[in-house]
């Protein structure tokens, strides 16, 4: 029998002696010597995953101390291996991934269900539908046919908590489908105790009596049949990191010569090739705010908070707003742990820059379009005073790119189309320039925080002047190359050569857009010739 807590099977990495598989409590063995300093799957949603598990079963057995100063003693000296054995020691009962009674993230019943393949609890794995049409191009069925319990365990955990929609029945996980995790990189080159605990939450120890709520397949399914719903009122918040919309029950082959794990090349004497599912899980609504690694969203102010999931375009400092501080309209929030990481903990431990890792998978509602992960560095503040100063200027930034990336955008449209062809704005061509002017920026906003994290309000007010030049000088390239005008389009160039004009205008403060530019900006607004003329006059 294979326990998640007792026996070694995270394959992680560490700084020295490179490869090795542990137990949870061995990521603070050897910190001083060689610690372990990443995960190692050879899938980066499984890596991720992981690392959600980790600090879920910290959060739920380990938490830090509700005072400041109790989470960093535990930074400073972390606790030992033997501390935190006697910590999950009380939850082992509630990971054993096989044998009899309770199983890790699998139904209470043992489910009476036609057999699937193991491979299918691979999120991007093609279903029925795509493999009845031979439609599966990109990713291939048949690739995984037999999993070692380990791996087992991973892909159900990752299964089971990015759950994506399934069909009639099958629910979606308790953020949705295919959330986007969030999580603090400490500064330097941390150890993954220290990448653990910059992402846990404080919070009190819970009973044995809450285990039942907090770890669903220890009871009976509270299944959504007659409407019922699991809320966190009616579980106990701390299932946020254990949720189990999926009634699923892995099956065990013994392999006494000890069959090879299709995924990570590893032996192990007893494999999972199949597994069942019943319809009708848990039904989770009302999670909007209570999971701590994901940003969250609302459509309108009192409205139901819902976590944010990656789109196409990946993660780029565009998202900054609602990924690392809140937008103006506060319509947008980042998540917990990295508020906490910024407001609380970041002064006590380091004057060094961060990065935030932003990760998951892009979902076409049961579709996997892409798994999505991206690192951005956020500037380090020497005090409160300046950290308000780089988050206000981060987000006049953003608002202002973001009026100059929608000119481009209508600046091709106008030049490539006449003015009554139908044309969404979301047409891949238009998006497509759009996202390159984020892209063509980022460099620059980052520089541009640095500068304004070292260098106080004179390199505040430097920045915000500066950059208009700067979008300027991205769009007006990308406007030429996606609307040129050549020798077998001279009857379209008056109208591609207005569009540029406009787009010129617009991202040198005159009109309407290029008004509120430079006012986000808190730059004074552009005079037009004849205004300057009476000036000088």
Not at 4 to 16: A, E, S
Not at 95 to 104: A, K, W
Request: with cysteine; proline share 9%.
């Amino acid at each position: 029998m294979l326990n998640l807590l007792t026996d070694r099977w995270i394959p992680v990495t560490r700084r020295q002696s490179g490869r090795d598989v542990i137990a949870p409590s061995a990521i603070v063995r050897d910190l001083d010597r060689d610690p372990v300093i990443a995960i190692n799957w050879p899938r980066p949603d499984f890596r991720i995953a992981t690392l959600e598990f980790l600090i879920g079963l910290l959060a739920t057995a380990f938490p830090p101390p509700e005072t400041d100063s109790g989470w960093l003693d535990l930074w400073d000296t972390p606790p030992t291996p033997d501390a935190l054995d006697a910590a999950f020691a009380p939850l082992a009962c509630a990971f054993n991934l096989d044998g009899d009674g309770p199983r890790f993230m699998q139904d209470f019943e043992d489910l009476a269900s036609g057999e699937e393949p193991v491979e299918r609890l691979l999120i991007e794995t093609p279903g029925d539908s795509t493999v009845k049409k031979n439609t599966d191009l990109l990713v291939h069925r048949d690739r995984v046919s037999q999993l070692s319990r380990a791996t087992a365990a991973m892909a159900l955990f990752t299964f089971q908590s990015w759950a994506p929609a399934g069909g009639a029945g099958n629910r979606t996980g308790l953020r949705g489908g295919g959330p986007l995790t969030t999580l603090i990189v400490p500064p330097g080159a941390p150890t993954l105790w220290h990448m653990l605990w910059a992402n846990t939450p404080s919070g009190p120890r819970p009973n044995a009596a809450d285990h039942t709520l907090i770890f669903p397949w220890l009871a009976p399914t509270i299944t959504s049949e007659g409407a019922r719903v699991v809320t966190h009122l009616s579980s106990h918040p701390l299932q946020c990191w254990w949720g189990m919309p999926r009634r699923i029950r892995l099956d065990f082959t013994a392999d006494p010569d000890g069959g090879i794990c299709d995924l990570t090349g590893r032996p192990d004497d007893v494999l999972v090739k199949t597994w069942r599912q019943r319809p009708r899980g848990a039904n989770y609504v009302g999670w909007g705010l209570h999971h701590p690694l994901s940003p969250h969203y609302t459509a309108k102010t009192g409205g139901e908070w819902l976590p944010v999931h990656p789109q196409p375009g990946g993660i780029g400092y565009r998202h900054w707003l609602g990924l690392v501080i809140n937008s103006g309209d506060r319509l947008k929030v980042p998540a917990q742990a990295v508020a906490n990481w910024k407001n609380l903990r970041s002064q006590d431990v380091s004057p060094d820059p961060v990065r935030l890792l932003a990760a998951g998978y892009d979902m076409d509602n049961m579709k996997a379009r892409g798994f999505v992960e991206s690192e951005m560095p956020l500037p380090a503040a020497p005090d409160v005073a300046a950290q308000a100063r780089i988050d206000d200027v981060a987000a006049r930034l953003v608002d202002a790119a973001e009026i100059a990336t929608r000119a481009l955008r209508q600046a091709v449209r106008n030049a490539l189309f006449s003015a009554g062809a139908t044309v969404k704005l979301d047409a891949e061509l238009l998006s497509a320039v759009r996202e390159r002017l984020w892209d063509a920026t980022e460099r620059n906003f980052y520089v541009a925080l640095e500068a304004v994290a070292q260098g106080g309000d004179a390199a505040r007010d430097t920045a915000l002047a500066a950059w208009p030049g700067l979008l300027r000088a991205q769009a007006l390239p990308l406007f030429d190359e996606a609307a040129p005008i050549a020798a077998d389009n001279f009857a379209t160039a008056p109208r591609i050569s207005q569009a540029r004009r406009n787009l010129n205008f617009t991202l040198s403060g005159f009109g309407k857009d290029g008004a509120a530019l430079f006012e986000r900006l808190g730059l004074p607004a552009a005079e037009t010739r004849g205004k300057t003329k009476g000036k000088a006059a």
